[in-house]
């Protein structure tokens, strides 16, 4: 049952832009950091950008830096994906996660994340 709820998908021609949002859904939980991942048909769950909550780090996937920013809003528990100057490689499903402490796992392993949403199609044409 997804926690997060992303919204800001759809799609879009080679070198356009889009912005994802993903805020916490029912209770309440403490974060420490969020995280988006995306999937494509037959592809493993990969990777794409984290922020910390209280540190102000973020962190990227080589294949996004420069094109892709993520930002966040402490006070709305929220995270953005500003995507910039997309690929039609870039077309995936795209997850949202959260995890609520630190636990000193790699902030790019789906396994640390506490919740997950359940996600957005973006698709880009060529």
């Known amino acids: 049952q997804a926690q997060l709820v992303e919204s800001g998908g759809g799609l879009v021609q080679a070198g356009g832009s889009l912005r994802l949002s993903c805020a916490r859904s029912?209770?309440?939980?403490?974060?420490?950091?969020m995280g988006w991942f995306r999937q494509a048909p037959g592809k493993e769950r990969e990777f794409v950008a984290a922020?910390?909550?209280?540190?102000?780090?973020?962190y990227y996937a080589d294949s996004v830096k420069g094109r892709f920013t993520i930002s966040r809003d402490n006070a709305k528990s929220t995270v953005y994906l500003q995507m910039d100057s997309l690929k039609p490689e870039d077309t995936a499903v795209y997850y949202c996660a959260a995890d609520r402490a630190y636990s000193g796992g790699a902030v790019n392993a789906p396994d640390r994340y506490d919740y997950w949403g359940q996600g957005t199609q973006v698709t880009v044409s060529s």
């Open positions: 922020a910390t909550w209280s540190g102000g780090g973020t």
């Open positions: 029912g209770r309440t939980f403490n974060i420490y950091a």
